[in-house]
Nanobody, 117 residues
Framework: VQLVESGGGLVQPWGSLRLSCAASGFTFSGSSMNWVRQAPGKGLEWVSRISNGGYSTNYADSVKGRFTISRDNAKNTLWLQMKSLKPEDPALYYC???????????WGQGTQVTVSS
């Protein structure tokens, strides 16, 4: 399993970013996928999940209405569109595979999101 996140960076408050995750080494279309994040000094926080076919999505209350998860199974790619970024959103963002991601620890190296004016 290989997951490579990209797209992070520095953005002003209320700005937008789009994160990408390139997946390989497993049948991408067979796995639900997640975005999770870790802020400095804090534990991992689940952000969003998308079903293997992309038809069902779930979001943490903290990002609902601002973030959108999507995927393209033909390209083995997962995205997270983030809008209206807040000061509490900065973190290392990871894509993670499957419902049991916290147990299997199948996630990438992360991409850093910084929100600052």
């Amino acid at each position: 399993v290989q997951l490579v996140e990209s797209g992070g960076g520095l953005v002003q408050p209320w700005g937008s970013l789009r994160l990408s995750c390139a997946a390989s080494g497993f049948t991408f279309s067979g796995s639900s996928m997640n975005w999770v994040r870790q802020a400095p000094g804090k534990g991992l926080e689940w952000v969003s999940r998308i079903s293997n076919g992309g038809y069902s999505t779930n979001y943490a209350d903290s990002v609902k209405g601002r973030f959108t998860i999507s995927r393209d199974n033909a390209k083995n790619t997962l995205w997270l569109q983030m809008k209206s970024l807040k000061p509490e959103d900065p973190a290392l963002y990871y894509c993670a595979r499957g419902l049991a991601w916290a147990t299997t620890k199948e996630w990438g190296q992360g991409t850093q999101v910084t929100v600052s004016s």
